[in-house]
């Protein structure tokens, strides 16, 4: 079943309602003007039948016989005890008979009712109250009966064609006046909704420019907003106006993160293409030098030994990181971090006499809750980072709190450009720090591994202050 056609626009459906509602309004007030006004004019009515019963009957010494009819010179009853014009006389006998008259003006003398007219006042005698009757070829009376003295009842009529003509005309200029009131409801309506819905159209318009935008590739700059003047929270085209704003604020950050993730990835794979290629390219150099001089055949297998160890070692780092990408889990333990933290400090020790390393940890040991291998893998590489890119002499500090740990040094720490992407991957400090073999990776794979644990990593850095901050969830 198909529903009814409603207007779709909104300014159709307000312009309709407001129409709907002036439209009742108007035929409601007509209907109860039409109904008091038909009321008074009824009740005057018979107010009149009242007082001109007893005239009619030449008052109360003479009821039961109509008078005898006055003319003037011109044959007019006018002055027939003082009735007017249209009005109706009838007595009915105890035995259901009855006459009657009508008075007409210009006429020589007062007519008899017919039968049929008498039948239908008849049917009206007894009554206390006035009736409407309708007398076949007078029309429409308003009828009041009273006691005879023979016992019969006297009737007196009072025509209600004025009443109902009054009240036809008062109908007419009611239905007038509603479609004037309608007509000036809609085209009011009409302009009011238009001019009031003006913003939201803007609003609209905005979005329109914003939907046109070519959004699919490349860097996206979002332009276009709501007017300022438009996002007032305390109206409802203001939230509307201020809640797109706040949307194309975040599309046009999630377009910018997106179009930075793919720079990255391109970066990324173009580093790790280059890491790997060095690697490979001295393998095939050296295997070639091998097979073209015998007698190197030694330290060419030295060298591709060293080198395919460093590939293999960047490989599980990428591959490290690509897991923690796709977020499948660590493993899930009790770790003693203060036990982890010693054993990283005195490896360093052992690698690197020439920097000073120390240790401050709590009295009571520290515990948490993830990989082992993978914690200690962090706090070596932040140690390696620190070893490598600090000058013979410095001082590193681990500092062991509840909360995780800090690697601190006074080497020439990171350049300042450098240090907001310190933790992308292949990201060097080649200019603050001196590069030794290094992809790049190690700060990428810390920031990675405390991130699956839900903790993070912070650097502070300036020359002869530089600080990791590596916090971790409480066991």
Sequence with gaps: MRRPHLPRTLTARLVAVAVLLVAVAALVIGTATTLAMRAQLTQQLDDEL???IGRGFGGPGARGQLPPLP??????DRAYLGQRYGSVFAHVTPDGTGYGKVI???QAGAPDLTSAQLTALVAAAG?????DVDLPGLGDYRVLSQEAIDGGQELIGLPTEMRDHTLTELVRLELLATLLGVLAAAAAGTWVVRRQLAPLREVAGTAHRVAELPLDQGEIVLRERVPERLTDEATEVGQVGSALNQMLDHVEQSLSQ???????VRQFVADASHELRTPLATIAGYTELAR???ETTGTALDKVETESARMKALVEDLLLLARLDAGRPLERGTVDLSRLLMEAVDDARV???ERSWRLSLPEDPITVTGDDARLHQVATNLLTNARKYTPPGSTVTVTADPDGFTVHDDGPGFAADLAPRAFERFTRGDAARTRDGGAGLGLSLVEAIVGAHGGSVALESRPGDTTVTVRLPRR
Excluded: K, L, M, T
């Design 351 to 353: 690698v690197d006499r």
């Design 127 to 131: 009554s206390a109250e006035p009736q």
């Design 71 to 76: 003319r003037d010179d011109d044959g007019d």
């Design 258 to 264: 997106r179009h930075r993730s793919e720079q990255q």
């Design 104 to 106: 007409r003006g210009g």
């Design 50 to 52: 009242r007082s001109s």
């Design 292 to 294: 073209r001089r015998p």
